[in-house]
């Protein structure tokens, strides 16, 4: 008869977890353990993936440790193409996202772009109040943009976890939207059909809600051709 596992005592993690008491060289056992593993599991994963990658889906989501989109949708290395960052903003000022939108888009031809933010994001809590922080207060200005613009409506809920979870949504239909405008992403979506996709992670039961996004009313003002009738 297996008995059940023992519950943890107070303090104690239910499960193993890296912490700072176990030397980062620890990991490369991991690793080692991970990828063995996998061959004996999936023994053409790693073969399949020295000369190429083509994944169908890129994943713009948050730094956040508690958000690592391979592990919550189930997928193996070579599936997504990924780019991160706080508060998963696509601004049209960061060459970084641009050029990996841009890759993804137009090199590996990938479907769909995920814009995924997450609840409890510390970007968007932080974006809520006005506490100066130093230098990343210049990056969540796209996320205080954001709050301006619907300032009536988070105005309206006086829950602050409501607020915070309200922000975290029309934070990612603001970035889909801002993808939806990149020129090479406007392409694809009218030569081939790319779609692009709004989704919240909830840290607390693992789920990702889809959103729906609609269409962007100001679409039509960052429309760009490769050559421009208007002004002729």
């Not at 399949?48 to 956040?64: A, E, R, T, Y």
């Not at 009536?152 to 602050?160: A, C, G, P, T, V």
Request: aromatic share 6%.
């Amino acid at each position: 008869m297996t008995l059940p596992p023992t519950p943890p005592t107070a303090g104690q993690e239910p499960f193993p977890r890296y912490t700072a008491a176990v030397p980062v060289t620890a990991l490369l056992d991991r690793n080692r353990a991970w990828a063995e593993r996998q061959e004996r599991e999936n023994p053409l994963l790693f073969p399949s993936l020295v000369n190429s990658q083509h994944p169908q889906i890129l994943w713009i989501g948050c730094s956040d440790s508690r958000v690592p989109e391979t592990t919550v949708l189930d997928l193996l290395p070579g599936d997504l193409f990924v780019h991160r960052n706080i508060a998963n903003v696509v601004s049209a000022g960061d060459l970084s996202v641009l050029s990996v939108v841009q890759f993804a888009v137009e090199v590996l031809g990938v479907n769909h772009i995920i814009v995924c933010g997450h609840y409890g994001c510390g970007g968007c809590i932080a974006a809520l109040g006005n506490k100066k922080l130093g230098l990343i207060d210049n990056w969540l200005r796209h996320i205080r943009d954001v709050r301006a613009a619907h300032a009536q409506e988070l105005d309206s809920l006086s829950d602050i976890q409501a607020r915070t979870a309200r922000l975290v949504e029309l934070n990612v239909l603001e970035q889909v939207n801002s993808a939806k405008r990149i020129p090479t992403v406007q392409d694809a979506m009218a030569e081939r059909g790319l779609q692009v996709h709004g989704w919240v992670y909830d840290v607390s039961n693992g789920r990702i809600k889809p959103l729906e996004t609609g269409k962007d009313v100001r679409a039509t003002h960052y429309k760009v051709n490769a050559s421009d009738d208007s002004l002729e």
